[in-house]
């Protein structure tokens, strides 16, 4: 069984661009998760998608946005990237409310 | 606000011998899971154990024990037999009863920079 996919590994952006980030759950996962990781705050919750639908959502600003589609795959976006958006983000899919939730390695972002 | 320390930003233990990492959190919800995770230099978060609060019997999962103390908001992780495998950092974290609960959204500790030395 497959496990959890982000694309791409590494990124590179300008300040003031917009990047977006993909998640492939394992298959039958309907739950979609995406954290930020980063030295100083640590592990945070950005947003978590069920069916296509936002679940619930961190404290995060508008500039963070997500979606789900049908296949249950993801995407989050960041637009007008600042350099504090620099950061590891990691997406993690589970089957539902009490199943355990499987993390993908991440996609390291870098803003310059 | 529900909250997650981890007090030890680094350990380190001789390869063979046994450590304890320290978790507390807080928490008003009453029925919740409890986990500690692992990120090995790789980045892949790996899920190392789990307890559900209302089970009082504390989880195993081969090396791997915890202490869960529910009155005192304590959930320990004690790694056996320690291996150079397990140098990692180790994130104990709870779902979110302010983001529906569900696995889907933890919180989590700093973590604690475990090394495991030959």
């Known amino acids: 069984k497959a496990g959890v996919t982000q694309t791409p590994r590494y990124l590179i952006k300008t300040r003031g661009q917009q990047v977006t980030l993909s998640c492939s759950p394992i298959?039958?996962?309907?739950?979609v998760s995406w954290y930020q990781q980063t030295p100083g705050q640590g592990l945070q919750f950005l947003f978590e998608?069920?069916?296509?639908?936002?679940?619930n959502k961190g404290n995060f600003p508008g500039r963070f946005s997500g979606r789900q589609f049908s296949n249950s795959r993801s995407e989050m976006n960041v637009s007008t990237l600042e350099l504090g958006d620099s950061a590891l983000y990691l997406c993690?899919?589970?089957?539902?409310?009490?199943?355990?939730?499987?993390f993908g390695q991440g996609t390291r972002l870098t803003v310059v | 606000a529900q909250t997650v320390t981890q007090s030890q930003p680094e350990m380190s233990v001789q390869e063979a011998e046994t450590v304890t990492l320290s978790c507390t959190y807080d928490?008003?919800?009453?029925?919740?899971?409890l986990f500690w995770y692992k990120q090995p230099p790789s980045r892949q978060m790996i899920l190392v154990i789990r307890?559900?609060?209302?089970?009082?019997q504390n989880a195993t999962e081969n090396r791997f024990s915890v202490n869960f103390q529910k009155a005192a908001k304590s959930f320990s992780l004690k790694i056996s037999d320690s291996q150079l495998g397990d140098t990692a950092m180790y994130f104990c974290?709870?779902?979110?009863?302010?983001?529906?609960?569900?696995?889907?959204?933890?919180?989590f500790g700093k973590g604690t920079k475990l090394s495991v030395k030959p």
């Open positions: 998608y069920f069916s296509e639908t936002q679940r």
């Open positions: 928490t008003s919800e009453n029925n919740y899971y």
């Open positions: 307890q559900e609060a209302y089970k009082q």
């Open positions: 974290a709870f779902p979110s009863a302010n983001y529906g609960g569900s696995q889907g959204n933890l919180i």
């Open positions: 298959s039958g996962h309907r739950s």
């Open positions: 993690a899919s589970s089957p539902g409310r009490d199943g355990e939730a499987f």
